[in-house]
């Protein structure tokens, strides 16, 4: 199939075929074909509109919500007034541009002046806008705001609603771009329980930076398509609290959500949603994220993987607080250098038995000695290559992993070494080394059996000695793909 830009093409293996020629070559054809509509619209003199008004060379393009009537006080109503605004901000062109069919705005500000504004309809940024930064106040939704938008829309569509179960395969049918370079700085955004507080649909290279999101019903942040948008620096949380919240098993809600490529998450907090970041597209990266948004033993997951055999996400230096981490059918995984408290570990859910390219290595566990795992297994897993789970640290929880050792003291001919209780996988040991240690004669011995994680080694003749072991669970075949 032709991947549309942004989004892997897959083969009917699973494999990923020439993916940035042809993201390259999607976007190229869009360039070519959005460059021949400017020359045609240009030559047609009657029906070229005027061009809008620009500021003068002597005033910087900073559009100052108050000017246009906003009330900073956040009594009446602003909506129309920072809709004005920002479609001044986004009307003067420059004459250049960004990705095709996206202007360059030249840094254009839209100013809330540090006020708290009370809006009853989102603040929607036109399509083709880039280069433009909102940022220095509040946004907060009437009682009259609508349940399913947004505060703040990067969308060319009229009705965008809730993406929390939108895949990326659904998203990805358009391989265009309506936003490139979008920045979104310094706002606190309250979505009174109405709907949610940014959404990003189709955009390029958007940044949400130092932002304070709360008292959302569907998302804080929703990405949809699109490709790289950094989620920086931010707070964000459906209730405003700072843990061991009364209420926490009933928060709901989604921080984050990505059914989109290639977006970057760091240093973000959230403190209370149903789900922390819900992540539905391909190459993801999260570090510094902290996660306490509700306890995994209330129904709540801190970081969700849905995106079954091709996940492709990057999780490093995080904080699961009493939260975990849920992968459906991972693919090319990493979960490292990270910590979990109280009890909160990694599931690898099987959707249809398949994990591979897994790795999560040098993270550290601390739970409540109530015998959890510190990666469990959801379902059955038959298509198992590349899995590494290996150098964790554990206290108070079950450290289990692929590869394990053990040493065992005897007198006679069979030794027999159990690692069912530390390995992850059930019946899969795929490589055994050992050496027999004799404290009293030579003799020949042999690696017998292995099934059920349990290794037996036997001896001709009957000595004492030490059996040391080490297995890994390579695939069935006793081979490791490299």
């Known amino acids: 199939m032709v991947a549309a830009a942004g989004r892997i093409d897959i083969s009917e293996d699973g494999s990923i075929k020439n993916y940035y020629t042809q993201r390259q070559w999607a976007v190229d054809a869009l360039t070519r074909r959005r460059a021949a509509e400017l020359v045609s619209s240009s030559t047609d003199v009657s029906s070229t509109p005027s061009p809008p008004h620009l500021p003068s060379k002597s005033k910087p393009r900073i559009y100052h919500v108050t000017e246009y009537g906003a009330d900073p006080t956040g009594k009446a109503d602003s909506t129309e007034a920072i809709r004005k605004a920002v479609a001044d901000a986004c009307a003067a062109t420059t004459g250049q541009w960004l990705i095709a069919g996206v202007n360059n705005l030249g840094g254009a500000e839209v100013h809330l002046d540090g006020g708290l504004y009370l809006i009853d309809a989102p603040i929607t940024l036109p399509a083709g806008s880039g280069n433009i930064k909102i940022h220095g106040g509040s946004l907060r939704a009437s009682d009259d705001f609508p349940t399913d938008r947004y505060l703040i829309e990067l969308s060319a569509s009229p009705n965008v609603s809730s993406q929390t179960n939108t895949t990326i395969g659904d998203a990805a049918a358009d391989s265009s771009y309506n936003y490139e370079y979008v920045t979104l700085r310094g706002l606190l955004l309250d979505a009174n329980y109405r709907g949610g507080g940014i959404t990003v649909v189709d955009g390029l290279r958007t940044v949400i930076d130092d932002c304070y999101i709360v008292h959302f019903a569907s998302e804080a942040v929703s990405v949809l398509s699109g490709h790289e948008t950094l989620i920086r620096a931010s707070f964000i949380g459906q209730h405003i609290t700072a843990g061991g919240d009364p209420g926490e098993k009933n928060f709901s809600g989604t921080g984050i959500s990505l059914a989109g490529n290639d977006n970057i998450?760091?240093?973000?907090?959230?403190?209370?949603?149903?789900?922390?970041?819900?992540?539905?597209?391909?190459?993801?990266?999260?570090?510094?994220?902290?996660?306490?948004?509700?306890?995994?033993?209330?129904?709540?997951?801190?970081?969700?993987?849905?995106?079954?055999?091709?996940?492709?996400?990057?999780?490093?230096?995080?904080?699961?607080?009493?939260?975990?981490?849920?992968?459906?059918?991972?693919?090319?995984?990493?979960?490292?250098?990270?910590?979990?408290?109280?009890?909160?570990?990694?599931?690898?859910?099987?959707?249809?038995?398949?994990?591979?390219?897994?790795?999560?290595?040098?993270?550290?566990?601390?739970?409540?000695?109530?015998?959890?795992?510190?990666?469990?297994?959801?379902?059955?897993?038959?298509?198992?290559?590349?899995?590494?789970?290996?150098?964790?640290?554990?206290?108070?929880?079950?450290?289990?992993?692929?590869?394990?050792?053990?040493?065992?003291?005897?007198?006679?001919?069979?030794?027999?070494?159990?690692?069912?209780?530390?390995?992850?996988?059930?019946?899969?040991?795929?490589?055994?080394?050992?050496?027999?240690?004799?404290?009293?004669?030579?003799?020949?011995?042999?690696?017998?059996t292995v099934s059920g994680n349990a290794v037996v080694i036997e001896s001709d003749v009957a000595v004492q000695g030490t059996v040391h072991v080490e297995v890994n669970q390579a695939p069935a075949n006793g081979v490791i793909g490299v």
């Open 265 to 448: 998450v760091t240093d973000v907090v959230i403190f209370s949603a149903g789900v922390g970041i819900l992540v539905s597209g391909q190459a993801n990266i999260f570090t510094g994220v902290h996660c306490y948004n509700k306890a995994t033993g209330f129904g709540g997951t801190g970081i969700y993987l849905k995106l079954p055999g091709l996940t492709q996400t990057r999780i490093t230096n995080c904080y699961l607080d009493y939260t975990g981490i849920v992968a459906e059918d991972p693919v090319q995984l990493l979960i490292s250098s990270s910590f979990f408290l109280g009890d909160a570990n990694v599931v690898l859910k099987s959707i249809n038995g398949v994990a591979k390219g897994v790795n999560i290595v040098d993270n550290m566990f601390a739970g409540g000695d109530s015998g959890i795992d510190i990666v469990a297994l959801e379902g059955n897993f038959t298509d198992v290559d590349q899995v590494n789970v290996n150098r964790n640290t554990a206290k108070g929880m079950t450290v289990r992993g692929t590869a394990a050792r053990a040493a065992v003291h005897g007198n006679g001919t069979r030794w027999e070494v159990d690692f069912s209780p530390v390995l992850l996988f059930p019946d899969r040991i795929g490589n055994v080394q050992y050496a027999l240690q004799s404290d009293t004669a030579f003799c020949r011995h042999a690696l017998r």
